[in-house]
């Protein structure tokens, strides 16, 4: 069984940059493809990116197109997600999922998730 845990959240101006990492650990991180979601007060959890296991394949919300980067590190087991640009709508927890079924990536149904971190952008 995987196990994730993300780190780097936090308070930042609208404007700015925040690097989030998700370390995974229980499996072979190579074959799990990763994605970010994020869950803002009150409304539901949403996609934000996708990596696929070999990095072939990457997709992005479109809300974030252009300012955020999905990006993985096999030797360290860990994905990151490159925040730049932020906006006060990003405000949200942040969540990073695993699975290694690629048709449950693609509907956005993964097996594994983090306990979130929280990023708050003030305007």
């Known amino acids: 069984q995987v196990q994730v845990v993300e780190s780097g959240g936090g308070l930042v101006q609208a404007g700015g940059s925040l690097r989030l990492s998700c370390a995974a650990s229980g499996g072979t991180f190579s074959s799990y493809h990763m994605a970010w979601f994020r869950q803002a007060p009150g409304k539901e959890r949403d996609f934000v990116a996708g990596?696929?296991?070999?990095?072939?394949?990457?997709a992005y919300a479109d809300s974030v197109k252009g300012r955020f980067t999905i990006s993985r590190e096999s030797a360290k087991n860990t994905v990151f997600l490159q925040m730049n640009s932020l906006k006060p709508e990003d405000t949200a927890v942040y969540y990073c999922?695993?699975?290694?079924?690629?048709?449950?990536?693609?509907?956005?149904?993964?097996?594994?998730w983090g306990q979130g971190t929280q990023v708050t952008v003030s305007s």
């Open positions: 999922a695993a699975t290694s079924s690629w048709s449950q990536a693609l509907r956005h149904e993964y097996r594994y």
């Open positions: 990596i696929s296991w070999s990095a072939a394949n990457i």
